[in-house]
């Protein structure tokens, strides 16, 4: 069973702070994605990203993928309070579904 | 365009009560994925269907938990008996096939009493 451990699983930070988000296993993936889920609504996909090192740039969202693709970091820059929701990292394995991380629920505060 | 549809989108049920979830994916979608999801945590798969065939099962509690998908289109997800544990939130989502990106509906917040 591949597994996805996030951290950290909980963030509180004020409006215009940088913050960064983990994922990491012990497993290789072929690709991995970042979601992100508002209360009452289903996860929407952010990045996805297939090749280890590779770097993703969202607005103010970086997205890294680990040189093993074990790993996987997201970095924002001047967090909003718009950014406030959880965010899930998932790994594609060998038969191509999804694995999903515990999550980081992030707040930030006005 | 529509996105994946969901109903309800929450049921309150008294335990050993049947219950059952419907999902009416995004036109054109052969892949279809209910996912299970308790609070605070990621979505786990249950079941993954390839238009009609239940390709992937392996993380269905098969003693109640039962789904179809007949015609390929939409899907229904039972449980019967329901137990406390079962509470969480039914999540379904579809894609143009395995692999492609996933679209996920609101979700059917279910408790358990």
């Known amino acids: 069973t591949q597994l996805l451990e996030q951290s950290p699983q909980f963030l509180s930070i004020q409006e215009g702070e940088n913050l960064t988000v983990y994922c990491n296993s012990s497993s290789v993936f072929s690709s991995l994605q970042w979601y992100r889920q508002e209360p009452g609504e289903g996860p929407v996909l952010l990045v996805t990203v297939v090749t280890g090192g590779e770097v993703k740039k969202l607005k103010r969202l970086t997205f890294q993928f680990g040189d093993a693709r074990k790993d996987s970091s997201l970095h924002i820059t001047a967090a909003q309070t718009g950014d406030t929701g959880l965010y899930l990292c998932a790994g594609e394995g060998s038969a191509r579904q999804l694995t999903f991380g515990s999550g980081t629920q992030l707040t930030v505060l006005p | 365009e529509a996105g994946v549809v969901q109903s309800p989108r929450y049921k309150i049920i008294e335990k050993k009560q049947p219950v059952a979830f419907w999902c009416n994916p995004i036109s054109g979608h052969n892949t279809l994925y209910w996912y299970l999801q308790n609070l605070g945590q990621g979505p786990e798969l249950l079941i993954r269907?390839?238009?009609?065939?239940?390709?992937?099962d392996s993380q269905l509690p098969k003693d109640r938990f039962s789904a179809e998908r007949l015609k390929g289109v939409d899907s229904t997800l039972k449980i019967q008996p329901a137990e406390l544990g079962d509470s969480a939130v039914y999540l379904c989502?579809?894609?143009?096939?395995?692999?492609?990106?996933?679209?996920f509906g609101p979700g059917t917040r279910l408790t358990v009493t």
């Open positions: 989502a579809s894609s143009l096939g395995t692999g492609s990106e996933q679209y």
């Open positions: 269907y390839e238009n009609e065939e239940a390709v992937d």
